[in-house]
């Protein structure tokens, strides 16, 4: 599996992501892997070269991946803590849009549900922006609808806190 992993972790980093742009999928639950691959593979979703590289993969290869990129270490935040200010604006919003309840109150998912706790930050906002402008499907609505009521300013301190937990 280690062979089958090296151009995941290529990009992905062996469980911290050191790409713009590129997330970090270390801890990640492997039901949301799953269910990510399997996007990419039907084409569900375009982000290239993951449609290409999932292209290939049977149900089966779905499952190893996915439980081999939830075994990876969980990244952890290194940097300076957030500013104060930008804690409770982001907690505020966690709250009001209630992220805990599917992400869990350490926002490291369950489930299908992924983790976002020490995202990168640069991820985080294009994804809060992609769901928000519907350009990137959910496997249910449920991001999209939230993404909604979001400022750019919301998106942009809430991937800031979010990449620092």
Do not use: C, F, Y
């Given at each position: 599996m280690q062979e089958?992993?090296?151009p995941c972790i290529a990009c992905h980093g062996g469980g911290t992501?050191?790409?713009e742009g590129v997330p970090s999928l270390g801890g990640?639950?492997?039901d949301y892997v799953?269910?990510?691959l399997f996007q990419f593979r039907e084409k569900q979703r375009a982000a290239e070269p993951m449609?290409?590289?999932a292209t290939g993969f049977s149900d089966d290869d779905l499952r190893t991946y996915a439980?081999?990129?939830a075994a990876l270490p969980a990244p952890a935040w290194s940097g300076t803590a957030a500013d104060p200010a930008l804690v409770a604006r982001a907690q505020a919003l966690i709250s009001k849009h209630q992220c805990n309840s599917c992400h869990g109150a350490d926002l490291a998912g369950r489930d299908a549900i992924p983790r976002i706790r020490v995202q990168r930050e640069e991820y985080l906002a294009r994804a809060l922006a992609a769901y928000k402008s519907n350009a990137r499907p959910g496997y249910d609505p449920a991001?999209?609808?939230v993404a909604q009521g979001l400022s750019d300013a919301d998106i942009q301190d809430l991937a800031a806190y979010v990449a620092r937990l």
């Open positions: 089958r992993l090296a992501s050191e790409n990640q639950q492997a799953v269910t990510q449609n290409d590289i439980d081999a990129v991001m999209n609808e």
